[in-house]
């Protein structure tokens, strides 16, 4: 341990300063304005690699932006570990909101504050350097291969495609995936659950243009209004949601592992503190931790529609349109559940307007064991380095991709993240402590260590 503290304190300016690099650069996916930009980061990432230290390292096209690939295979008969990450980031909007202009990353309150800083440009790129630090102490105790990819946040729809063709390329182990959180800096944790997700774009159209609020007031169906009493019947009074089936299989976890759960420290009134809110919102019967975990839940994501120019313009819309998100929990499917929203939301439909449901991308639930070899290996690495023993936590994010990984090609993933819940992601002044990013290039060297020793058994 104390080599690998010795080499990062070394290094520290010049992992931040090449980490920096890849920030300044607007790898936006969902922009086609930004697809040179894409293209530049992937080069950058390639370019990172091979100076680490990683064999046949190259940039592989897709049916979308491109995925960087490179490998260290040292011994054929040593464990192989697969090291996932994406290098694409979610827009910026609105601009406005930043503190410091989103691509130009600096530090404040020793907090990194750029867009992809914890999302996932800095968790990535604690792979690379924890992997050149491997290289150059002579510590490397497994192969690696790397596979980094560009559009996780646009759903990653050529990702299945890509390992399918590349199945034998990507043999290995385990995963290892580094786009989650850490309970708190002072309480690790590794996720062993990840909500799935189903994504929707809905239209609503009433009249054929949009028409004068005071000639056609009263007469004829607002599209707007109409959206808005369909997404407000879609909970009850309990905040349950109401489309039929939606809650078929749900596994519903038992009373002892919800106090399992509620082990994990956590203060309401510092949550809501923090959010500036009066309160919490959600299913009737759960905690606020069990909501944003175990609970499949249905958000409007955004809604528009009419006139929302500067000043004043009295018409009653043609057309109104939302984006709807749903996560999922074990034994929900994302397919089946695009399919009963969609049903539901036509049914739902008065003869005054039509409706259009356009799904987007989705992906299935995951929970991920605790007894196996890479689990321990990831457990021992952090209590190593945090000094706790990790604790086991779900998240209510998504990582579609995991389940696709354990179909395709038959792999369990390790999610061994170092951000926070309040570093931002998404949002406005996304930011990414460089405690954490330093802590995770220190801690995954020891996860290399111990799979491998744990695999000899």
């Given at each position: 341990?104390?080599?690998?503290?010795?080499?990062?304190?070394?290094?520290?300016?010049?992992?931040l300063?090449?980490?920096?690099?890849?920030?300044?650069?607007?790898?936006?996916?969902?922009?086609?304005?930004?697809?040179?930009?894409?293209?530049?980061?992937?080069?950058?990432?390639?370019?990172?690699?091979?100076?680490?230290?990683?064999?046949?390292?190259?940039?592989?096209?897709?049916?979308?932006?491109?995925?960087?690939?490179?490998?260290?295979?040292?011994?054929?008969?040593?464990?192989?570990?697969?090291?996932?990450?994406?290098?694409?980031?979610?827009?910026?909007?609105?601009?406005?909101?930043?503190?410091?202009?989103?691509?130009?990353?600096?530090?404040?309150?020793?907090?990194?504050y750029?867009?992809?800083?914890?999302?996932?440009?800095?968790?990535?790129?604690?792979?690379?350097?924890?992997?050149?630090?491997?290289?150059?102490?002579?510590?490397?105790?497994?192969?690696?291969?790397?596979?980094?990819?560009?559009?996780?946040?646009?759903?990653?729809?050529?990702?299945?495609?890509?390992i399918?063709k590349?199945?034998?390329?990507?043999?290995?182990?385990?995963?290892?995936?580094?786009?989650?959180?850490?309970?708190?800096?002072?309480?690790?944790?590794?996720?062993?659950?990840?909500?799935?997700?189903?994504?929707?774009?809905?239209?609503?159209?009433?009249?054929?243009?949009?028409?004068?609020?005071?000639?056609?007031?009263?007469?004829?169906?607002?599209?707007?209004?109409?959206?808005?009493?369909?997404?407000?019947?879609?909970?009850?009074?309990?905040?349950?949601?109401?489309?039929?089936?939606?809650?078929?299989?749900?596994?519903?976890?038992?009373?002892?592992?919800?106090?399992?759960?509620?082990?994990?420290?956590?203060?309401l009134?510092?949550?809501?503190?923090?959010?500036?809110?009066?309160?919490?919102?959600?299913?009737?019967?759960y905690?606020?931790?069990?909501?944003?975990?175990?609970?499949?839940?249905?958000d409007?994501?955004?809604?528009?529609?009419?006139?929302?120019?500067?000043?004043?313009?009295?018409?009653?819309?043609?057309?109104?349109?939302?984006?709807?998100?749903?996560?999922?929990?074990?034994?929900?499917?994302?397919?089946?559940?695009?399919?009963?929203?969609?049903?539901?939301?036509?049914?739902?439909?008065?003869?005054?307007?039509?409706?259009?449901?356009?799904?987007?991308?989705?992906?299935?639930?995951?929970?991920?064991?605790?007894?196996?070899?890479?689990?321990?290996?990831?457990?021992?690495?952090?209590?190593?380095?945090f000094?706790?023993?990790?604790?086991?936590?779900?998240?209510?994010?998504?990582?579609?991709?995991?389940?696709?990984?354990?179909e395709?090609?038959?792999?369990?993933?390790?999610?061994?993240?170092?951000?926070?819940?309040?570093?931002?992601?998404h949002?406005?002044?996304?930011?990414?402590?460089?405690?954490?990013?330093?802590?995770g290039?220190?801690?995954?060297?020891?996860?290399?260590?111990?799979?491998?020793?744990?695999?000899?058994?």
């Open positions: 341990m104390e080599q690998i503290k010795s080499y990062v304190a070394k290094n520290q300016q010049r992992f300063d090449e980490l920096f690099v890849l920030l300044r650069i607007p790898s936006v996916s969902a922009d086609p304005k930004h697809a040179a930009d894409v293209v530049r980061t992937a080069e950058a990432v390639k370019e990172r690699l091979a100076a680490a230290g990683a064999d046949k390292v190259e940039i592989m096209e897709t049916g979308g932006h491109p995925m960087v690939y490179g490998e260290k295979i040292i011994d054929p008969s040593l464990p192989t570990v697969l090291v996932y990450g994406h290098y694409d980031v979610q827009p910026a909007d609105p601009i406005s909101l930043w503190t410091t202009p989103p691509f130009e990353p600096v530090i404040r309150d020793g907090k990194i750029a867009r992809g800083s914890c999302d996932d440009k800095g968790q990535m790129f604690m792979h690379v350097k924890a992997f050149e630090l491997m290289m150059q102490t002579g510590t490397l105790s497994c192969n690696v291969k790397f596979m980094i990819e560009g559009e996780e946040e646009v759903g990653s729809s050529n990702l299945g495609p890509f399918r590349y199945k034998d390329k990507l043999k290995a182990d385990i995963i290892l995936i580094s786009d989650t959180s850490i309970i708190a800096n002072d309480v690790p944790s590794i996720t062993v659950g990840l909500r799935g997700l189903t994504y929707v774009e809905v239209e609503v159209t009433g009249p054929n243009i949009d028409l004068h609020s005071g000639v056609y007031g009263g007469a004829v169906a607002n599209p707007i209004n109409t959206l808005c009493r369909m997404i407000s019947s879609m909970h009850d009074e309990n905040n349950h949601i109401t489309i039929p089936g939606f809650y078929d299989g749900v596994l519903e976890l038992s009373a002892e592992a919800r106090k399992e759960m509620d082990k994990a420290p956590f203060n009134d510092t949550y809501k503190k923090n959010l500036e809110i009066g309160d919490v919102w959600g299913e009737k019967g905690n606020t931790r069990e909501r944003t975990s175990i609970r499949p839940t249905l409007v994501n955004g809604i528009w529609g009419g006139y929302t120019g500067e000043g004043a313009k009295t018409v009653l819309p043609s057309k109104a349109f939302a984006k709807i998100s749903m996560r999922l929990v074990p034994n929900q499917d994302s397919d089946t559940i695009t399919a009963l929203f969609q049903k539901h939301f036509e049914k739902i439909a008065p003869a005054s307007v039509k409706v259009v449901v356009r799904p987007h991308h989705g992906g299935n639930p995951v929970v991920v064991p605790t007894d196996t070899i890479a689990y321990k290996a990831a457990s021992k690495a952090m209590e190593e380095s000094g706790k023993k990790p604790i086991p936590a779900r998240e209510g994010g998504s990582i579609p991709i995991v389940a696709l990984f354990e395709v090609l038959g792999l369990k993933s390790i999610l061994m993240g170092f951000g926070l819940d309040s570093d931002a992601i949002s406005p002044n996304e930011h990414y402590g460089v405690f954490n990013y330093l802590k290039i220190e801690t995954i060297p020891l996860f290399y260590r111990y799979f491998a020793e744990y695999s000899k058994k």
